[in-house]
């Protein structure tokens, strides 16, 4: 759920951090310092909706992006 629909109010600079542009910037840079496969994933969580892993997902969260 996103930090809007759940009623919560983030800073300018959190909602930046926190976006999936920022998770896809974050699991590019992270293959080319590691040359591992990265995926970006949606936690379910508004304070962190999108979180970058080198390991699949577990269950409650989705797959948005492998950065390959």
Known sequence: ???ERS???L???RQRLAS?????AVAIQLQEA???DQFVVRTGNPFQPYRVSRV???GGETILALVA
């Open 7 to 9: 009623g919560l109010t």
């Open 11 to 13: 800073s300018a600079l």
């Open 20 to 24: 999936f542009e920022h998770a896809y």
């Open 1 to 3: 759920m996103s930090p």
């Open 34 to 36: 590691t040359g591992a």
């Open 56 to 58: 699949r997902p577990r």
